[in-house]
């Protein structure tokens, strides 16, 4: 019995074969390559319309629910840095929306009730309704005046060709990217650009933002 003793189980054995953090390293492939192909089809058009807006506007609201919102939130930190007057809608602090206002709504399938709720009363209102989402033709992206077009997969998986390619023979690794996280990480580095494009067309620098910077960190 004691020829066994050290033998390794044919579990143990399998998972000696897999390579270290392969699921780590094949997430963040799939990332890298969906942020590419999300640049590759941004239409630069309808960002450049956005930001004229923005930058027109008396003042800007960003809202989304979820990981999507934690997204705006950094968006607005940024706006708020370039010294813009930004609010989080949902904040205890945010005041009255009114025309000549900007919201700005993250939502990759347009489709969340909530978001599609509070963009029907911005109409209402009369304020300008943009949308960043993956899904230009939602309830969402139907009612909004400009509609921002992040490629990212939708919350069932389905036409999410990229992983399927990048992942081949490791089919389980699709859950690698569950719901709207290839959406979600996409807008946040598209927004984190847009803050860059922002700089250059306000004449900007980082010192500039780092004397917005929150001191009471």
């Known amino acids: 019995m004691a020829e066994y003793k050290n033998r390794a189980t ?26 590419e192909q999300a640049l590759s ?3 630069l058009n309808s960002v450049s319309e956005m930001l004229d807006d923005i930058l027109g506007a008396k003042n800007i609201f960003v809202m989304g629910t979820g990981r999507s919102g934690l997204v705006g939130k950094a968006f607005a930190t940024r706006l708020m840095h370039l010294g813009l007057r930004v609010y989080v809608v949902g904040e205890s602090t945010t ?35 943009i949308v960043v ?5 939602s309830t969402l992206g139907k009612m909004a005046d400009k509609t921002v ?27 690698l990217a569950p719901l709207g996280t290839t959406f ?15 700089m250059v067309r306000m004449g900007k620098d980082s010192k500039a933002l780092e004397e917005m910077h929150d001191k009471l960190q």
């Open 10 to 35: 044919p579990e143990e054995e399998i998972i000696e074969e897999v390579p270290k953090c392969q699921t780590m390293h094949a997430s963040m492939e799939i990332l890298t390559k969906h942020i």
């Open 41 to 43: 089809e941004l239409d």
């Open 95 to 129: 005041p009255a929306l009114h025309s000549g206002d900007v919201v700005v709504a993250i939502s990759g399938s347009g489709e969340t009730l909530s978001i599609v709720d509070l963009g029907q009363v911005v109409k209402k209102i009369g304020a300008s309704l």
């Open 133 to 137: 989402t993956s899904q230009p033709d």
């Open 149 to 175: 077009r992040i490629f990212g997969r939708a919350k069932n998986g389905k036409g999410d060709y990229l992983v399927q390619h990048l992942l081949g023979k490791y089919a389980k690794l699709s859950e």
């Open 184 to 198: 979600e990480i996409t807008a946040l580095v598209f927004l984190d650009a847009a803050i860059a494009e922002l």
